[in-house]
């Protein structure tokens, strides 16, 4: 790898994820985010990245385009910036496999849920409607199976009776924010890999959970 970690960041929204690791990025000498790709044109992250004067493009899906055909458009954009690393950060589409194999052990996720709890959508309300005391986020790395590849870092945070979705969503967002550019540290200090099937953290091979510390 090179001096810096070249970081590539995929979003379709508000892109606060993108913000953590952005100023992240500007406290860590070795990674830069080199680009910003958006699948939907109004996305505020777009505005973000503009804000830091970070180059960004928009791939929108054409009605009627396959997954495939659409990926495929995708892989150009993202091979324009060269990246070391492609951050999915609240990326909203599901990747054909093709895609995914083609960046194996490059490219992570950050999911709102405690994996392999919640794959999906709406993980907030299905975490309330099940009562469940702790909830939290998974960063991990991406494999062809949607949220389904290896965990590098969780984060818990407490669910609350009177919770609802919105609030619990803002807790896990917090958290969010702590963990993802620390995850993209690792990664650009090239003590982070995906052998094997498995994530790798300063030669050791984390458990279902990610690192963790008791
Ligand atoms: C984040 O909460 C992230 O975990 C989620 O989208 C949000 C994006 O927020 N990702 C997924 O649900 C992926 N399955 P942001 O645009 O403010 O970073």
């Given at each position: 790898m090179s001096v810096s970690c070249r970081v590539l960041v995929l979003i379709s929204g508000n892109g606060s994820n993108l913000q953590a690791i952005i100023d992240g990025?500007?406290?860590?000498l070795q990674a830069d985010v080199v680009g910003v790709i958006s699948n939907k044109p109004d996305a505020y992250g777009l505005i973000r990245a503009h804000q830091s004067e970070i180059d960004t493009s928009c791939v929108i899906a054409y009605k009627d385009?396959?997954?495939?055909?659409?990926?495929?458009?995708?892989?150009?954009?993202?091979?324009?910036?060269?990246?070391?690393?492609?951050?999915?950060?609240?990326?909203?589409?599901?990747?054909?496999?093709?895609?995914?194999?083609?960046?194996?052990?490059?490219?992570?996720?950050?999911?709102?849920s405690l994996l392999p709890k919640y794959t999906g959508l709406h993980t907030h309300q299905r975490a309330i409607d099940a009562k469940d005391q702790v909830h939290g986020v998974s960063v991990h790395f991406?494999?062809?199976?949607?949220?389904?590849?290896?965990?590098?870092?969780?984060?818990?945070?407490?669910?609350?009776?009177?919770?609802?979705?919105?609030?619990?969503?803002?807790?896990?967002?917090?958290?969010?924010?702590?963990?993802?550019?620390l995850v993209v540290k690792w990664f650009s200090q090239n003590r982070l890999a995906m052998l094997n099937g498995k994530a790798v953290l300063d030669s050791v091979e984390l458990g279902a959970a990610g690192y963790a510390v008791d």
């Open positions: 990025c500007d406290d860590n385009e396959t997954r495939v055909e659409y990926d495929a458009r995708l892989k150009l954009a993202i091979d324009k910036y060269q990246p070391d690393l492609i951050v999915l950060a609240g990326f909203m589409r599901i990747l054909s496999d093709e895609f995914v194999q083609g960046f194996e052990g490059k490219m992570i996720n950050i999911h709102p991406v494999t062809p199976e949607l949220d389904s590849g290896p965990v590098i870092l969780q984060a818990k945070v407490p669910v609350y009776e009177e919770d609802t979705c919105e609030i619990l969503a803002l807790r896990v967002n917090e958290q969010e924010h702590a963990i993802y550019p």
